[in-house]
């Protein structure tokens, strides 16, 4: 009776040892999207035709990945302007554009007397969006003034 309950007692220990050894995992748990924003510095809500307004621009990561790439787009519903990077690159609007640093300044002109808006949409590779929405009314000296009609 006394081997039985021995042999019993080995095979409950073996059964046990497998149950851990199936229940471990050998690939480690790595977290690759990570949540973020945009910080913005306030810009003003009225431009006239011709006029640059500054968008300055950071990224905030809630974590980091190091192959996460960061893409910038725009679309403008009213309006006509142009927006441009720091360096000069012009938005084509809803083209995709590499953001190299999580840093940036967004140039935008107006082409239009009349009010306009557009989004600024920040994406990452792993299906995360920003949206940045940007609604400016004419700042024309002449056309307050009703010189120009």
Same mark, same amino acid.
């Given at each position: 009776?006394?081997?039985?309950?021995?042999? $019993?007692?080995?095979?409950?220990?073996? $059964?046990?040892?497998?149950?851990?050894?199936?229940?471990?995992?050998?690939?480690?748990?790595?977290?690759?999207?990570?949540?973020?924003?945009?910080?913005?510095?306030?810009?003003?809500?009225?431009?006239?035709?011709?006029?640059?307004?500054?968008?300055?621009?950071?990224?905030?990561?809630? #974590?980091?990945?190091?192959?996460?790439?960061?893409?910038?787009?725009?679309?403008?519903?009213? #309006?006509? #302007?142009?927006?441009?990077?720091?360096?000069?690159?012009?938005?084509?609007?809803?083209?995709?554009?590499?953001?190299?640093?999580?840093?940036?300044?967004?140039?935008?002109?107006? #082409?239009?007397?009349?009010?306009?808006?557009?989004?600024?949409?920040?994406?990452? &590779?792993?299906?995360?969006?920003?949206?940045?929405?940007?609604?400016? &009314? &004419? &700042?024309?000296?002449?056309?307050?003034?009703?010189?120009?009609?």
């Amino acid at each position: 009776m006394k081997k039985i309950f021995s042999n $019993l007692f080995v095979c409950g220990c073996m $059964l046990a040892a497998l149950f851990c050894l199936v229940a471990c995992d050998n690939d480690l748990d790595v977290q690759q999207a990570y949540a973020f924003t945009v910080e913005m510095m306030p810009v003003p809500n009225k431009v006239a035709k011709g006029e640059t307004v500054e968008i300055r621009c950071e990224l905030k990561k809630e #974590g980091d990945y190091k192959n996460t790439l960061y893409t910038i787009r725009f679309f403008q519903f009213e #309006g006509t #302007g142009t927006l441009k990077t720091e360096n000069g690159i012009v938005f084509k609007p809803n083209d995709r554009y590499l953001l190299e640093n999580e840093k940036f300044r967004l140039y935008y002109t107006s #082409g239009s007397t009349e009010a306009q808006n557009f989004i600024v949409v920040i994406e990452d &590779n792993n299906g995360q969006a920003f949206e940045m929405e940007f609604d400016f &009314n &004419n &700042n024309d000296k002449k056309d307050e003034e009703g010189g120009v009609e």
